[in-house]
């Protein structure tokens, strides 16, 4: 029924999407050829793939035995191009990385800049999201997460532990009363997450605090940083972001430090492809490195 890669890439490209906007973009074509192609392509089968519906294109229970093959053709057709074209010393094509927003704003920015230095084919994407990244919809190549996931499609490496302070800016503490222990906390003004949009309960940060209310909230680390650095409340900062404002100062660092990890996930498939293999090891080693540099200036 599948008459040739594209056949497949289009399918793969609905399935991902699930509407025939996300795939054309994805494909650079457009809707109208995307839809033409859904219809041979089920033609073909003699079934329907997908159901269709007002939210967009869902996979039927023949669709879904179809996204597994279709799969193992796209990492077939990845192996059998390294494989024609020979693995070079130089990485080359483009890359996405998902990661939750502080590890992509403060760690990943450095890393990726070098690996793309002695890279220079390489094109690199950061995908900050603050929820966890959807590799099976190819959301991105490969993600950076702070709890490994369960799915047996899946790799997953440890790349490194880091840490967790409560800090403020030196003004706020200057201008308040001072903090001696965690129940000096629930006279000041706190910043975190807001607490209904936690994605991963290793993000629950103040929850171990046994603080409730938070009256500055954002689902972003980079929001709840800039608070932070404006003297506007405390919150938990990873360490490695310290350096990047003046003035921030660790609050009760013998009682309030926090240890998290760091995972590097990807598609179970991708161990069989020698330049995934060198990028996520590039990968994995840069984090570290900048992690451990970054600490050590706190």
């Given at each position: ?25 994805a ?31 869902s ?34 094509g ?26 220079p ?13 959807n ?35 030196r ?7 001072a ?24 993000l629950d ?50 009682d ?39 600490e050590?200036?706190?």
């Amino acid at each position: 029924m599948m008459q040739n890669w594209d056949d497949m890439r289009v399918f793969l490209a609905v399935a991902r999407g699930e509407s025939l906007t996300a795939a054309a973009t994805a494909l650079k074509v457009d809707p109208g050829t995307v839809s033409r192609r859904v219809a041979r392509l089920e033609e073909g089968a003699g079934t329907a793939l997908f159901a269709r519906s007002p939210q967009g294109y869902s996979l039927t229970a023949a669709g879904a035995r179809l996204v597994r093959h279709a799969e193992a053709a796209e990492q077939a057709m990845s192996a059998a191009r390294e494989d024609v074209a020979g693995a070079a010393d130089a990485l080359s094509g483009q890359v996405r990385i998902g990661a939750p927003d502080g590890c992509a704003n403060f760690v990943l920015p450095q890393v990726c800049a070098a690996i793309g230095a002695t890279n220079p084919a390489l094109d690199l994407q950061i995908l900050a999201l603050p929820r966890v990244v959807n590799l099976s919809k190819r959301e991105a190549d490969m993600a950076v997460t702070v709890s490994p996931p369960s799915s047996q499609r899946l790799s997953v490496q440890k790349i490194c532990d880091y840490r967790l302070h409560l800090v403020a800016h030196r003004d706020y503490l200057a201008a308040h009363p001072a903090i001696h222990t965690r129940a000096d906390l629930k006279g000041h003004r706190i910043v975190g997450y807001i607490p209904d949009m936690i994605f991963d309960a290793e993000l629950d940060y103040l929850g171990d605090l046994g603080l409730q209310r938070v009256p500055l909230a954002s689902n972003s680390v980079a929001v709840q940083f800039s608070w932070v650095r404006q003297g506007l409340g405390l919150g938990v900062v990873h360490d490695f972001a310290l350096e990047a404002a003046e003035g921030l100062e660790q609050v009760l660092p013998g009682d309030v430090a926090l240890t998290r990890t760091f995972y590097l996930v990807r598609h179970a498939e991708d161990r069989r492809l020698d330049r995934m293999n060198r990028l996520a090891a590039a990968l994995v080693a840069g984090m570290r490195a900048e992690i451990r540099r970054a600490e050590a200036r706190t």
